[in-house]
């Protein structure tokens, strides 16, 4: 079991930046592939991106390249996800996700947390 606690949302203007991070508690961190998705009002849930239980190789979806960074610190139980030139269209609830490094399907969920850009 792998619980996971976000946090770093926020209000932020066009263009500024947030860096949200999710604490992981439970067994054996290192093992599992860790993640960021994020929901907005009406849409479905996208992945935004990937860390592999190393964290050696990364993923980011096409409107994350280049804006956004993901980090584990497996030594902290800690990953985080760095979002730079925010856009209104960024406004979702952010949630952090954990699997086991043998499964596809993510299995553990934060709370999430909300992220809201203004113009």
């Known amino acids: 079991q792998v619980q996971l606690t976000e946090s770093g949302g926020g209000l932020v203007q066009v263009g500024g930046s947030l860096r949200l991070s999710c604490a992981a508690s439970g067994r054996a961190f290192s093992s599992h592939g860790m993640a960021w998705f994020r929901q907005a009002p009406g849409k479905e849930r996208e992945i935004v991106a990937a860390?592999?239980?190393?964290?050696?190789?990364?993923y980011y979806s096409d409107f994350a390249k280049g804006r956004f960074t993901i980090s584990r610190d497996n030594a902290k139980n800690t990953v985080k996800l760095q979002m730079n030139s925010l856009q209104p269209e960024d406004t979702a609830v952010y949630y952090c996700?954990?699997?086991?490094?043998?499964?596809?399907?993510?299995?553990?969920w934060g709370q999430g947390t909300q992220v809201t850009v203004s113009s």
């Open positions: 860390a592999t239980p190393s964290g050696e190789s990364t």
């Open positions: 996700a954990a699997r086991k490094r043998d499964k596809v399907d993510y299995d553990y």
